[in-house]
């Protein structure tokens, strides 16, 4: 018999009405069986961990992702398997971030959510969180787990953690993965596409609990006034931006927009071009508008999602290596992360 931890961050998957004054509340997942009882029929052994104080998404934080990897890590040799109940707005942040932090997985984290609260009719909750621990449970003939990463399942289809997006606030199916297909599908039966597992070649977990706090984000608009940005080009504040360009990676001919980036990577910092597009890649120098970036040194993102870029950065910063070793892994795709 298999054994499943479910860890509740909070989200709307985890609420109930209040039958006396209407109002939605957090549940006891102790006493899940009651609220899901379809769970039983899965034979497995299920316990539950609740954040003490459970929290919208919206306000997750580095502490929040620590302590998750601390709950996996402490329990990582009880469980075969770990499911995340955490709320869908910023959950391909933590996706990707844990995706990060926990390096050698050899057992399944999958986080899940909903749109409609479980004690809701219509709720989608409940298939999201029956499917997600029986993808936790799922093992070949040897007792090996299927999946071996950080993924989030919603909506039949379960998606590497750090390839994926939200897309939609109010449509069932809230997530998509354009440059990388579903790990499996759940139809009448859950179809694993064997060929897109990721398989770590670490033989032990290692918890990366650390992370740099000193990334930006700047995401480019027509007519974007520089001028204003220009305190985020500060190394001693931020080591690293990321920077979402149109297209393929590509940028206006703003000669103050050059100037911060050419003097900002001179004193030592670090740029990372991801394309604002929910599909494709970027690739410098295809345009002239992007030709610039590859003759300062600005770094592709090639395929990376804007939650992977910034995750995948405070990771790096995290570990207290330096820029040249920063930008070696950069090149590289560490968990699945892009091509």
């Given at each position: 018999?298999?054994?499943?931890?479910?860890?509740?961050?909070?989200?709307?998957?985890?609420?109930?009405?209040?039958?006396?004054?209407?109002?939605?509340?957090?549940?006891?997942?102790?006493?899940?069986?009651?609220?899901?009882?379809?769970?039983?029929?899965?034979?497995?052994?299920?316990?539950?961990?609740?954040?003490?104080?459970?929290?919208?998404?919206?306000?997750?934080?580095?502490?929040?992702?620590?302590?998750?990897?601390?709950?996996?890590?402490?329990?990582?040799?009880?469980?075969?398997?770990?499911?995340?109940?955490?709320?869908?707005?910023?959950?391909?942040?933590?996706?990707?971030?844990?995706?990060?932090?926990?390096?050698?997985?050899?057992?399944?984290?999958?986080?899940?959510?909903?749109?409609?609260?479980?004690?809701?009719?219509?709720?989608?909750?409940?298939?999201?969180?029956?499917?997600?621990?029986?993808?936790?449970?799922?093992?070949?003939?040897?007792?090996v787990a299927i999946v071996q990463e950080v993924a989030v399942y919603f909506e039949y289809?379960?998606?590497?953690?750090?390839?994926?997006?939200?897309?939609?606030?109010?449509?069932?199916?809230?997530?998509?993965?354009?440059?990388?297909?579903?790990?499996?599908?759940?139809?009448?039966?859950?179809?694993?596409?064997?060929?897109?597992?990721?398989?770590?070649?670490?033989?032990?977990?290692?918890?990366?609990?650390?992370?740099?706090?000193?990334?930006?984000?700047?995401?480019?608009?027509?007519?974007?006034?520089?001028?204003?940005?220009?305190?985020?080009?500060?190394?001693?504040?931020?080591?690293?931006?990321?920077?979402?360009?149109?297209?393929?990676?590509?940028?206006?001919?703003?000669?103050?927009?050059?100037?911060?980036?050419?003097?900002?990577?001179?004193?030592?910092?670090?740029?990372?071009?991801?394309?604002?597009?929910?599909?494709?890649?970027?690739?410098?120098?295809?345009?002239?508008?992007?030709?610039?970036?590859?003759?300062?040194?600005?770094?592709?993102?090639?395929?990376?999602?804007?939650?992977?870029?910034?995750?995948?950065?405070?990771?790096?910063?995290?570990?207290?290596?330096?820029?040249?070793?920063?930008?070696?892994?950069?090149?590289?795709?560490?968990?699945?992360?892009?091509?």
């Amino acid at each position: 018999m298999r054994n499943i931890l479910l860890i509740y961050t909070g989200g709307t998957i985890g609420m109930i009405k209040d039958q006396r004054t209407g109002e939605l509340r957090s549940f006891d997942f102790e006493y899940i069986y009651d609220h899901v009882p379809e769970l039983e029929r899965l034979h497995l052994k299920l316990k539950s961990i609740s954040f003490e104080k459970p929290i919208d998404s919206s306000e997750i934080n580095f502490e929040n992702w620590k302590e998750i990897a601390e709950i996996i890590e402490t329990n990582y040799d009880s469980y075969d398997g770990f499911v995340v109940l955490h709320g869908s707005d910023t959950m391909a942040f933590t996706a990707s971030a844990l995706s990060f932090m926990l390096q050698g997985l050899k057992k399944p984290v999958i986080l899940t959510g909903s749109q409609l609260p479980i004690g809701t009719i219509r709720t989608d909750g409940k298939e999201n969180l029956i499917t997600a621990v029986e993808i936790a449970a799922a093992c070949d003939e040897n007792g090996v787990a299927i999946v071996q990463e950080v993924a989030v399942y919603f909506e039949y289809s379960l998606y590497r953690g750090n390839r994926c997006s939200k897309v939609s606030a109010n449509q069932f199916e809230a997530f998509q993965s354009p440059n990388y297909p579903e790990l499996a599908v759940a139809g009448v039966n859950i179809d694993y596409a064997n060929d897109r597992l990721f398989r770590s070649p670490l033989t032990e977990l290692r918890v990366q609990k650390t992370l740099s706090k000193q990334i930006g984000l700047v995401k480019l608009f027509p007519g974007i006034p520089m001028e204003f940005y220009s305190s985020l080009f500060n190394i001693e504040n931020i080591k690293a931006i990321v920077l979402e360009t149109y297209g393929a990676g590509n940028a206006p001919s703003d000669s103050k927009l050059q100037q911060l980036i050419e003097l900002y990577i001179e004193k030592g910092g670090l740029v990372l071009n991801v394309t604002q597009c929910s599909s494709g890649a970027v690739k410098q120098g295809t345009y002239q508008t992007s030709s610039f970036f590859q003759k300062v040194g600005v770094i592709s993102g090639r395929d990376l999602t804007t939650e992977a870029a910034l995750t995948k950065l405070q990771y790096l910063f995290g570990l207290g290596i330096s820029n040249e070793e920063v930008n070696v892994l950069l090149e590289q795709s560490l968990v699945g992360e892009m091509k």
